[in-house]
Nanobody, 123 residues
């Protein structure tokens, strides 16, 4: 199986930045598409962004376009999410996920998940 561990979450003021990391182990990281999802209190888990195994293709949910950047370093088996210009509505638990198709938007399309890291943006 693939183990995924997120880190980098925390409390930040609106307009600030955070960089999340997801460390992968247990299988060849470079062969997996990766994605970030988030889940706010009382809401369903929602697609944020994803990236193909080579890093050549990326996908973004409209609300984070031009603010968030997904990237991966296959030599380090690590996925990143750079979050800039954070807004209170970005507050959620952020989850790293691995799967086959980076264009998939549904959480059910991803096979492996991290434990999540809390991002809280204060107004």
């Amino acid at each position: 199986q693939v183990q995924l561990v997120e880190s980098g979450g925390g409390l930040v003021q609106a307009g600030g930045s955070l960089r999340l990391s997801c460390a992968a182990s247990g299988r060849s990281f470079s062969k997996l598409a990766m994605g970030w999802f988030r889940q706010a209190p009382g809401k369903a888990r929602q697609f944020v962004t994803s990236i193909s195994w080579s890093g050549a293709m990326t996908y973004y949910e409209d609300s984070v376009k031009e603010r968030f950047t997904i990237s991966r370093d296959n030599t380090k088996n690590t996925l990143y999410l750079q979050m800039n210009s954070l807004k209170p509505e970005d507050t959620a638990v952020y989850y790293c996920a691995a799967g086959i198709d980076p264009s998939a938007l549904a959480p059910s399309s991803y096979d492996f998940w991290g434990q999540g890291t809390q991002v809280t943006v204060s107004s």
